[in-house]
């Protein structure tokens, strides 16, 4: 399947109403037409995705906004401040964004992303690009071209080609409720850092009936493989002796266990960027690895430690 960086390509194909996987500086994206109901439902078809999940837009520039929704005041600073960047906005949409866009909410979710490539790519083109994250629905998010080409390389004309995602997990989303900044779902860009320039913030995440974020579901970004999430001295104390085990931690070595067969440590250092930047490669390494059963340990909650918490947290088992 075609892999590269022919920004003409992917201009073409989504002219044609195609798809094209698109990289970002969180996930790679499925992106299609933000104004085309075709191409956005071939979307939904493509990932398997229910059709009550949003999707996020994507646009180069805060002026192009007022094409597809009303930007206020207060997501004007949000939007100085961080992008472009790993930032979503939720704003009230316009007629031009279909129905199907936003499952019916009466906002829409807006971001800018940080990447030369598709920056360069949105540009060129005179319409915004509905873009969900470029893997099967449920399943971990892609932060490489292979990542995509793994799991959708059979079912879309191009994957666009920018190398390894930076920041590796998805946008922050963030709403304005009443002149109140709520967090729905942490990212890529810390509490800490949206906090300094909004004040104060409220997050309002793990409701796995949140009606703001229908897409955060209690079970995803998950492996195929069974992954507990604790101590993971305590979890390896549980484990029978014959097993296989992968180990996914933030700085500690657990090899000494000669039942571990796999290990990714996130960030000897102990940065929680790092960590973000390499967490969803780990997991499909481990997912592919001898492993039966991976282990991991929740990271401090600071910086982008909150984000990994969140997505350990919905891709381990529950009971
Ligand atoms: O970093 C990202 O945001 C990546 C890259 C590709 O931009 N995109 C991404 O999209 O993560 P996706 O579809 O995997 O996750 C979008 C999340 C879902 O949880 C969805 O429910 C939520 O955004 N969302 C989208 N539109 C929404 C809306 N109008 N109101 C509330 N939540 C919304
Ligand atoms: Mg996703």
């Known amino acids: 399947m075609p892999i590269g960086n022919d920004l003409a390509q992917a201009k073409t194909l989504l002219e044609q109403g195609q798809l094209v996987a698109i990289p970002t500086e969180t996930v790679y994206g499925l992106a299609g037409n933000a104004w085309d109901e075709q191409a956005v439902l071939r979307i939904f078809e493509t990932k398997n995705r229910p059709t009550f ?39 009230e949409k316009k007629a031009s964004i279909p129905d199907l866009v936003t499952s019916g909410l009466s906002r829409v979710a807006v971001r800018i992303p940080r990447h030369p490539l598709t920056l360069s790519l949105l540009e060129q083109l005179d319409f915004p690009l509905a873009a969900p994250s470029a893997n099967p629905f449920g399943y971990i998010s892609p932060t490489t071209a292979a990542h995509v080409a793994d799991q959708l390389g059979n079912k879309i004309p191009y994957i666009l080609d920018g190398g390894a995602c930076g920041v590796g997990v998805e946008s922050t989303i963030v709403g304005v409720d009443e002149g109140q900044v709520t967090i729905y779902r942490l990212g890529g860009l810390s509490v800490e850092e949206i906090a300094a320039v909004a004040g104060n913030v409220v997050v309002q995440v793990n409701q796995s009936s949140n009606p703001a974020a229908p897409g955060m579901l209690k079970s995803h970004y998950a492996p195929r493989k069974p992954l507990l999430l604790g101590s993971i001295e305590s979890l390896l104390a549980q484990q029978p002796s014959t097993v296989s085990i992968g180990i996914l931690s933030f700085q500690d070595d657990y090899t000494h266990d000669p ?16 960590a973000a930047r390499r967490l969803f490669a780990a997991m499909r390494t ?23 918490n969140d997505r350990l947290a919905r891709a381990a088992v529950r009971e």
């Open 286 to 308: 481990l997912d592919v690895s001898a492993a039966t059963v991976m282990l991991a340990a929740p990271l401090p909650e600071i910086g982008l430690g909150r984000a990994i």
């Open 53 to 91: 999940d949003p999707l996020i837009v994507h646009t180069c520039a805060v002026e192009r906004i007022a094409a597809f929704a009303h930007v206020h005041e207060v997501a004007e600073r949000l939007f100085e401040a961080f992008s472009p960047g790993p930032l979503t906005v939720l704003l």
């Open 259 to 274: 039942r571990v067969v796999a290990q990714e440590i996130l960030s000897p250092s102990g940065d929680t960027r790092e």
